[in-house]
């Protein structure tokens, strides 16, 4: 089982694609995000579309994987399962490659003014205050 759809899980299913192994791929998401493209999403310079792929259309070849989309809630290491909301998800292996988050450091205070850029939902806001801000500028007094 590989938790994670990212650069590393899926670099770990791909990896594993003439093994003799059955993997089973969970991800809280049905895509995976191209994260270094975000910030072209962000300044409006490609769509969303352009760097979100379906995880199945990625490992579409590969005979031995299947993916779940699924949230993880925890993981049972003693009797060796993977649990979410909706299932139990034994496994023989497991690989955690669930990824990092941006962190504020005590100062939880400073995302209003400095959002994170981990997600399409963070690049299409921030897309959408910068553009807002260009607006309000066309219509602007102030010099």
């Known amino acids: 089982v590989i938790l994670g759809a990212g650069f590393g899980g899926l670099n770990a299913a791909l990896g594993l694609r003439n093994a003799p192994v059955d993997i089973t791929v969970v991800d809280r998401r049905n895509y995976h995000l191209f994260q270094p493209l975000l910030y072209q999403v962000a300044t409006a310079g490609i769509s969303p579309a352009q760097i979100a792929m379906p995880i199945r259309r990625v490992l579409a070849s590969q005979k031995n994987a299947t993916v779940l989309m699924e ?34 450091f005590g100062h939880d205070a400073w995302e209003a003014n ?28 102030d010099p």
Do not use: M
């Open 71 to 104: 949230k993880v809630e925890g993981v049972d290491t003693a009797a060796r399962i993977v649990l979410t909301g909706s299932r139990r998800i034994p496994y023989d292996y497991l690989i955690i490659a669930t990824g990092a988050r941006h962190a504020y």
């Open 114 to 141: 400095a959002p994170g850029l981990k997600t399409i939902g963070d690049a299409t806001e921030i897309r959408a205050r910068i553009l807002t801000a260009f607006e309000k500028a066309e219509v602007t007094d």
